[in-house]
């Protein structure tokens, strides 16, 4: 066999399918390894470019190939689909991963550390926290409406629910008895977030940047520490445009015959981190709206007598992303006089 200068390999749990090509663009490689015998495959081979598409696993099998000596790069599987020729399998995929690597324009993922790693299931595990948190919550209040016991809204309502059902003799003693195992599940639910929340803020207080991002209006400690966590480099960006885009808050381009047409958001990029700018920006506005807040700029107030709340709020953690970048690109801190000036640290 040819020494290959590029291998895509489509990725499973257990069966990874290769595909590589020669100098001469000429496949030489084409085939189905099980994970040891891969392993085994590339710590053999000589040094060569693999491209793999990102998901949860690629990292740290990107790292242990880089550590083979090869030159591991990483592929969006959106930036992937274009080049499957036909069909859909695990050989078409990997033939498609290999091509896609090929093209100068293509952007790659960065490959994360196990310590980026670390943090992002910080925010994950406080994230699927609060879900349980809000499955449980609901499932009190309807059991609870059945036996005609209506809380107010809110979470901080639940407990007060809880001990108006302990106390009231007119619901059935089994069903007081499961109502108490899932107040358990709750507070225990409790116990778990804040703790999780203690070590997010612990890791906050100790990142340099997400201390400074945190100074931006509408951000705060979890969207500075969502976005020091799950931004790439942002010298990877041309511009803070570019930033916003790649979060997925500038509008769908549909322009055709040198007619601009923008539509909606993309929703590209990470929902998670674009959800907290959004929610930032709706926080932000409102305290603007009761004429509480001093980050009332003009623009800002000229946007609310013509839009409705919700654009406003998604033009905002807009501006806010592309502040953000700023930030990051300079190592200044955000002005608190100013809504939309730096000043250098």
């Given at each position: 066999?040819?020494?290959?200068?590029?291998?895509?390999?489509?990725?499973?749990?257990?069966?990874?399918?290769?595909?590589?090509?020669?100098?001469?663009?000429?496949?030489?490689?084409?085939?189905?390894?099980?994970?040891?015998?891969?392993?085994?495959?590339?710590?053999?081979?000589p040094p060569t470019s693999i491209a793999l598409e990102a998901c949860g696993a690629s990292h740290n099998l990107a790292r242990l190939l880089t550590s083979y000596g090869h030159e591991v790069k990483?592929?969006?599987?959106?930036?992937?689909?274009?080049?499957?020729?036909?069909?859909?399998?695990?050989?078409?995929?990997?033939?498609?991963?290999?091509?896609?690597?090929?093209?100068?324009?293509?952007?790659?993922?960065?490959?994360?550390?196990?310590?980026?790693?670390?943090?992002?299931?910080?925010?994950?595990?406080?994230?699927?926290?609060?879900?349980?948190?809000?499955?449980?919550?609901?499932?009190?209040?309807?059991?609870?409406?059945?036996?005609?016991?209506?809380?107010?809204?809110?979470?901080?309502?639940?407990?007060?629910?809880?001990?108006?059902?302990?106390?009231?003799?007119?619901?059935?003693?089994?069903?007081?008895?499961?109502?108490?195992?899932?107040?358990?599940?709750?507070?225990?639910?409790?116990?778990?977030?804040?703790?999780?929340?203690?070590?997010?803020?612990?890791?906050?207080?100790?990142?340099?940047?997400?201390?400074?991002?945190?100074?931006?209006?509408?951000?705060?400690?979890?969207?500075?520490?969502?976005?020091?966590?799950?931004?790439?480099?942002?010298?990877?960006?041309?511009?803070?445009?570019?930033?916003?885009?790649?979060?997925?808050?500038?509008?769908?381009?549909?322009?055709?015959?040198?007619?601009?047409?923008?539509?909606?958001?993309?929703?590209?990029?990470?929902?998670?981190?674009?959800?907290?700018?959004?929610?930032?920006?709706?926080?932000?506005?409102?305290?603007?709206?009761?004429?509480?807040?001093?980050?009332?700029?003009?623009?800002?107030?000229?946007?609310?007598?013509?839009?409705?709340?919700?654009?406003?709020?998604?033009?905002?953690?807009?501006?806010?992303?592309?502040?953000a970048w700023k930030l990051m690109v300079s190592g200044e801190r955000y002005h608190s006089r100013s809504t939309n000036q730096p000043v250098t640290a």
């Amino acid at each position: 066999m040819e020494k290959p200068i590029r291998i895509g390999i489509d990725t499973s749990k257990h069966v990874f399918q290769l595909h590589g090509v020669d100098a001469a663009e000429k496949p030489v490689l084409r085939r189905q390894l099980r994970r040891a015998d891969m392993l085994m495959f590339f710590e053999r081979l000589p040094p060569t470019s693999i491209a793999l598409e990102a998901c949860g696993a690629s990292h740290n099998l990107a790292r242990l190939l880089t550590s083979y000596g090869h030159e591991v790069k990483l592929i969006a599987p959106q930036l992937v689909k274009p080049y499957v020729k036909r069909g859909k399998n695990d050989a078409a995929d990997a033939e498609a991963i290999c091509e896609a690597m090929s093209r100068p324009t293509m952007r790659f993922v960065p490959i994360k550390t196990p310590q980026q790693q670390a943090a992002l299931m910080l925010i994950g595990v406080r994230d699927r926290l609060i879900q349980m948190r809000t499955q449980v919550a609901n499932s009190i209040r309807g059991y609870a409406a059945e036996f005609g016991l209506i809380a107010a809204k809110g979470i901080c309502r639940v407990e007060q629910l809880l001990d108006r059902i302990a106390l009231d003799r007119s619901v059935p003693a089994l069903a007081r008895t499961l109502f108490a195992t899932q107040g358990k599940i709750y507070r225990q639910l409790e116990e778990e977030i804040a703790e999780t929340e203690a070590q997010l803020a612990q890791w906050h207080r100790a990142d340099e940047r997400a201390r400074r991002l945190a100074g931006i209006p509408g951000v705060g400690p979890i969207g500075a520490s969502l976005l020091t966590m799950k931004s790439p480099a942002p010298e990877l960006f041309a511009s803070a445009r570019q930033f916003a885009a790649w979060i997925g808050l500038t509008p769908k381009d549909h322009s055709t015959g040198g007619k601009t047409r923008t539509g909606k958001i993309t929703r590209a990029g990470d929902e998670a981190l674009r959800s907290v700018l959004v929610a930032g920006a709706t926080a932000l506005l409102r305290h603007v709206r009761a004429g509480r807040s001093k980050h009332a700029s003009p623009w800002l107030l000229d946007m609310l007598k013509r839009k409705p709340p919700k654009l406003v709020a998604v033009a905002v953690a807009n501006k806010i992303a592309r502040i953000a970048w700023k930030l990051m690109v300079s190592g200044e801190r955000y002005h608190s006089r100013s809504t939309n000036q730096p000043v250098t640290a």
